[in-house]
C-alpha cells in the first residue's frame, strides 16, 4: 500500500525531477515533485551482470542506454502536459568503459565486482605507499578502483588502450549517448579511486601512474553544476520527450551517495546506515578530514562536501549462510525471533561474518568468516544470534572510526531489505554502536536522494516532505559490558587471524 509520502500527479508541487538509477540488477526511474515526494507511476527494466569463475563481471553498455530511454518513455507518457524541471542520474558505483572519439564503447561495462586486475592490485600495493595514496584519494589500491583496472586493460587489450578517447563511469556513458555531453558527477570521478580528495580534481601522478592522459578523463561537474547541451541535440531530446523541453541535465552521481541522501543522512548530524545483501556506514561532512583513519573510505561528492564511511561486504549475505546453515526453516519462527532479541548471553557464539573477505576496516579481501566458542550444547539459534551479533559489531567497528572523523552524529537512519526482513538486527545494532538507530519505511531511497540533490539546484526554497520512519531504537545501556567485551574479542581474534 502507497503511504502518505506518495502521492497523485494532480497533487504534485512543481518543479518535477526525473529520477534515473542504474543498480546492479535494474534501472529504475520515478519523477518526484518540488517537495522530494514521489509522483505517480514508477519504470523499471530489470538486467543482470554477465559473470565468470575468472572474475568476469560486465553488463552491455548500450543495453543500459536502452533501459534508460525506455524509462524516460514510460514516465514521459504518464506526465503526459507536465513538464520537468531536472533529469538527474545515478548509477553502481566503479565503474568503467572505454570509448572511441565517436563516443562508441570499445569494452562492456566492467562493473565494480569485476576482479580480473588482481595481479595488478599486488603489483601496485608494492609499488605505491597505500597510506599516502588514501590520504590523498581517501580511497585504497583494489580491484574496483580504476588503477589497476586500467593498467590490466593495457596489457591484454592492446587495440583498446590505442583505440581509447575516453574513459568514462558508466553514468558517463549514459550521459554521452544520450545528449552527446562528456561530463561526470564530483561522485562518480570519486569512486574511480582517482581524484584528490582535498582539491576534488582528478589526481594528475595517479593518472600518469594509471596509464593514462588527463585528457582522457571527463570533466568533472558538482552537484551545482548542471551540464550544457548542445541546442540542436536539446531540440532533438525535446522532439521525442515533450516533457523534458528547457530541463537541466546533471551529471551522473553514485548511488551510495544517493542512498544517504534519501535515507535523510544528508549533513554531519546523521550517520546513513545501508542494511541489504551488503552494508555501508555513511556520514556526510562539510569540513574535509585532515586525516582519514585507516579503516575508512573519504570520496568527494561536491565542492562543499565528502562523504566519509566505510562497506561491509556481508549482511544479508551473511544471514543467508545462517538461514540455510541453522536450517531455519525448520526453526519455529517466534523462538528465532525471541532469540534474537533476548538479553545478550556470554555463551554465545562470537562470529566474524566475513564470508566473502572483508572491507572497512582492515581491507582483508582474503579474509574468511570464523566462528569460535561453539560448545556441545550451542542451539542453532545460538549460532544464528552470533552472526547478528558479528555483523552489528562489524557496523561498530567502522562507527567507532567514524567518530574519530565525524563527532557529531546524534542519530542514525537505516534502510535496506534486511531492515524489514531481519528488523531484530537493528536493536543489536543500536547496543553494539552505542547509537540510536531508526529505520526508513521507504522504498527507493536511492532515487529519492538522486532527485532531493537535484531539487537543491532547480527548488533549493522548497521544505521537503519527510519520508516514512519507524520508531528509533535507542541503546541499552545495561547492555553496554556485554557489548565492550564481545568488542574486545572480535578485535583479538581479528589481529590474531589477519592482523
Known amino acids: 500500500m502507497p503511504s502518505h509520502f506518495d502521492i497523485e500527479l494532480k497533487d504534485a508541487v512543481p518543479p518535477l525531477v526525473l529520477a534515473l538509477d542504474v543498480g546492479s540488477t535494474a534501472s529504475r526511474g520515478m519523477v518526484y515533485d518540488a517537495q522530494g515526494r514521489p509522483v505517480g507511476r514508477r519504470a523499471k527494466v530489470a538486467h543482470s551482470f554477465t559473470v565468470a569463475p575468472d572474475g568476469t563481471s560486465e553488463i552491455d553498455p548500450d543495453q543500459v542506454v536502452e533501459e534508460v530511454k525506455q524509462i524516460i518513455d514510460t514516465l514521459s507518457e504518464a506526465l503526459g502536459e507536465h513538464r520537468v524541471a531536472a533529469i538527474a542520474l545515478d548509477t553502481f558505483a566503479s565503474s568503467l568503459v572505454a570509448v572511441d572519439d565517436g563516443g562508441h564503447p570499445l569494452t562492456p561495462c566492467f562493473t565494480y565486482a569485476d576482479g580480473r586486475c588482481g595481479e595488478h592490485v599486488v603489483a601496485l600495493r608494492q609499488e605505491l605507499s597505500e597510506e599516502a595514496l588514501q590520504q590523498r584519494t581517501g580511497t585504497r589500491v583494489h580491484s574496483s578502483y580504476w588503477p589497476a583496472r586500467l593498467r590490466w586493460l593495457a596489457e591484454t587489450r592492446h587495440d583498446v588502450a590505442a583505440s581509447t578517447a575516453h574513459y568514462l563511469s558508466l553514468g558517463d556513458y549514459v550521459l554521452l549517448s544520450i ?12 569512486w574511480t579511486g582517482m581524484v584528490d580528495r582535498h582539491t576534488a580534481e582528478w589526481y594528475a601522478e595517479l593518472v600518469e601512474i594509471a596509464g593514462i592522459r588527463l585528457d582522457q578523463l571527463p570533466p568533472i561537474h558538482h552537484l551545482d553544476q548542471p551540464v550544457r547541451i548542445e541546442p540542436k541535440r536539446a531540440a532533438k531530446l525535446a522532439k521525442r520527450w515533450p516533457v523534458l523541453d528547457g530541463a537541466r541535465w546533471f551529471a551522473p552521481i553514485t548511488d551510495g551517495l544517493a542512498a544517504n541522501v534519501g535515507l535523510g543522512a544528508y549533513d554531519e548530524t546523521t550517520i546513513g546506515a545501508s542494511c541489504a545483501t551488503s552494508g555501508a556506514l555513511r556520514v556526510l561532512v562539510t569540513e574535509m578530514p585532515e586525516e582519514l583513519p585507516a579503516g575508512l573510505w573519504c570520496y568527494r561528492v561536491s565542492h562543499d562536501r565528502a562523504l566519509v564511511g566505510g562497506a561491509l561486504n556481508d549482511v544479508g549475505r551473511a544471514l543467508a549462510w545462517a538461514d540455510v546453515t541453522v536450517a531455519v526453516d525448520q526453526v519455529d519462527p ?66 567507532s572510526q567514524l567518530r574519530e572523523v565525524a563527532p557529531q552524529p546524534e542519530k542514525l537512519y537505516c534502510g535496506g531489505s534486511v531492515t524489514t526482513s531481519r528488523p531484530e538486527l537493528l536493536q543489536v545494532m543500536a547496543d ?68
Open 179 to 190: 545528449t552527446g555531453t562528456l561530463a561526470t558527477g564530483t561522485s562518480t570521478a570519486a
Open 334 to 399: 517466534d523462538d528465532l525471533s525471541a532469540a534474537l532479541t533476548a538479553e545478550p548471553h556470554e555463551t554465545t557464539p562470537l562470529v566474524l561474518p566475513f564470508f566473502t573477505g572483508e572491507r572497512s576496516t582492515g581491507w582483508a579481501a582474503d579474509a574468511r568468516a570464523v566462528v569460535t566458542g561453539i560448545g556441545a550444547g550451542s542451539a542453532p539459534v545460538e549460532v544464528y544470534r552470533g552472526v547478528i551479533e558479528g555483523i552489528a559489531l562489524s557496523y561498530a567497528r567502522i562507527a
Open 432 to 499: 553494539a554502536m552505542r547509537t540510536s538507530v531508526t529505520p526508513v519505511r521507504m522504498k527507493r531511497s536511492t532515487l529519492h536522494g538522486t532527485a532531493l540533490l537535484a531539487l537543491e539546484t532547480v527548488a533549493p526554497d522548497v521544505r521537503r516532505a519527510r519520508p516514512d520512519r519507524g520508531a528509533a531504537l535507542t541503546p541499552d545501556y545495561a547492555r553496554r559490558p556485554y557489548y565492550t567485551e564481545r568488542f574486545q574479542r572480535f578485535e583479538r581474534v581479528y589481529d590474531a587471524l589477519f592482523g
